[in-house]
C-alpha cells in the first residue's frame, strides 16, 4: 500500500453549508481498499469491533483496524465452499507442523504463478516446492501435493482421514479432471457462439446456465 500511488483526498470545509465530513479518520485507506486487492491485506475503518458489554474493543476506540486472509474465490455449492475453506485451513496446519520448505519459494514466483492460473486454468503451469525443497510446475504433481498435505493437515487436527477426504473430495476432483466453474462457463459460451448466438446472448447463456446448476447445490465436479 505504502508503494501505491499518492492518494490526495479533496479538502472538506466542516462549516461550509451542506459540506460532510469524511466519514473515515483515514479516507485513503479506504480508496485504497477500494482499487487493490491482496491475499492479505490491512483494513482501516469500518465498523468498531466492541467486546461482549458492547463498548469498543481496546485499541480501537475510534477505527477499526484489522488484518483480512482472502484467499478464496465463491464457490458455485456449499461442498465447494466447504472444501476450499478445508483445503486452506489443513494446508496450512500441515505446512507449519512439518516445517515444510514451501516458504522458501520466491514471492515473484508465487505471483507468477497465480496469474498463470487466472490465463490459463487448470492447464498453467504453477510453483511449488516439495518435501525434499525441489522446485516443481506441473499440475498433475502441484495439486495432488496440495490435497495430500492438506488430508493430512485436517487429520492432524482432529478430523478422521475418511471425513477428511470427504470434505476435499470437490477440490481433488477438480485436480484430476483439470476443469473449473470458468472453464465450464467458457465451454458453455463458445457453444452457443458456434451455434450462432451473438456473443452477448451466448454470455447470458452461460450465466443462466451455472446459476440453475449452482441452485441444486450439486458439487461442481458433478455437473456434466
Request: charged share 25%; hydrophobic share 45%; proline share 9%.
Amino acid at each position: 500500500m505504502a508503494a501505491g500511488p499518492t492518494y490526495a483526498p479533496r479538502p472538506v470545509d466542516d462549516d461550509a453549508p451542506g459540506a460532510d465530513a469524511y466519514p473515515d479518520r483515514f479516507p485513503e485507506y479506504r480508496h485504497a481498499r477500494g482499487s487493490h486487492w491482496r491475499w492479505v491485506r490491512a483494513v482501516l475503518g469500518g465498523d468498531v469491533p466492541t467486546g461482549p458489554d458492547g463498548a469498543p474493543a481496546a485499541g480501537n476506540d475510534d477505527a477499526s483496524v484489522r488484518l483480512e486472509y482472502r484467499p478464496l474465490p465463491t464457490q458455485p455449492s456449499v461442498a465447494d465452499a466447504l472444501a476450499f475453506q478445508a483445503l486452506v485451513a489443513g494446508l496450512l496446519r500441515e505446512l507449519v507442523a512439518t516445517d515444510h520448505p514451501l516458504a522458501t519459494l520466491p514471492w515473484r514466483a508465487a505471483r507468477d504463478a497465480f496469474y498463470a492460473a487466472v490465463d490459463d486454468g487448470p492447464a498453467a503451469d504453477l510453483a511449488w516446492v516439495t518435501a525434499d525443497g525441489e522446485r516443481v510446475a506441473d499440475p498433475a504433481t502441484v495439486l495432488p501435493a496440495v490435497v495430500s498435505l492438506a488430508t493430512d493437515g485436517l487429520v492432524r487436527v482432529g478430523c478422521s482421514r475418511g471425513e477428511a477426504r470427504e470434505l476435499l473430495a470437490p477440490v481433488r476432483a477438480r485436480a484430476e479432471t483439470r476443469t473449473a466453474p470458468s472453464v465450464w462457463k467458457r465451454e458453455r459460451a463458445r457453444a452457443a457462439l458456434d451455434d450462432g448466438a451473438p456473443l452477448d446472448e451466448a454470455v447470458v447463456a452461460a450465466q443462466r446456465a451455472y446459476l440453475d446448476r449452482a441452485a441444486s447445490d450439486e458439487p461442481f465436479a458433478a455437473w456434466d
